[in-house]
C-alpha cells in the first residue's frame, strides 16, 4: 500500500518553529526524483512551498519562505523534513508532500507531483 504520511504540525506563536516530517510506506522515496511540500490556507489556491531532488542538490523555496524554511531528506529513514523557523501567521494552512518521478524544466515548484499525502495542519497564532 503506497502512503506518504505528514506529521509535527501543531499551534505555534509566531517567531515559533516546527519541524514537518514526510514519511513513505509501500514504496521507497529515493526512487522519486522530487520530493515537494505544498500548503493550503482557507479560502486560497495550493502553493509550492519547497521541493528537493534525490540527492538534494537540487532544491527551491517560495520567496515567501526564503531564509526560513529548510528542507532536506534521509533516504536511509525514507522520509523527508522541512524545518520552518520564523513563522509568520501567514504560514498557517495545511502542508502536504508530494512526489514526483522525473525532472523537468524550470523550478520544481512549478512540476506536477504524482503522489499526494493527507497533509498536516499549522497554525501560527497569538
Known amino acids: 500500500q503506497v502512503q506518504l504520511v505528514e506529521s509535527g504540525g501543531g499551534l505555534v506563536q509566531p517567531g515559533g518553529s516546527l519541524t514537518l516530517s514526510c514519511a513513505a510506506s509501500?514504496?521507497?522515496?529515493?526512487?522519486?526524483?522530487?520530493v515537494g511540500w505544498f500548503r493550503q490556507a482557507p479560502g486560497k489556491e495550493r502553493e509550492g512551498v519547497s521541493c528537493?531532488?534525490?540527492?538534494?542538490?537540487?532544491?527551491d523555496y517560495a520567496n515567501s519562505v526564503k531564509g526560513r524554511f529548510t528542507i532536506s531528506r534521509d533516504n536511509a529513514k525514507n522520509t523527508v523534513y522541512l524545518q520552518m523557523n520564523s513563522l509568520k501567521p501567514e504560514d498557517t494552512g495545511v502542508y502536504y508532500c508530494?512526489?514526483?518521478?522525473?525532472?523537468?524544466?524550470?523550478?520544481?515548484?512549478?512540476?506536477?507531483?504524482?503522489?499526494w499525502g493527507q497533509g498536516t495542519q499549522v497554525t501560527v497564532s497569538s
Open positions: 509501500g514504496f521507497t522515496l529515493d526512487n522519486y526524483a522530487i
Open positions: 528537493i531532488s534525490r540527492s538534494g542538490r537540487t532544491i
Open positions: 508530494a512526489t514526483r518521478n522525473t525532472f523537468a524544466g524550470g523550478s520544481c515548484l512549478s512540476w506536477s507531483y504524482d503522489q
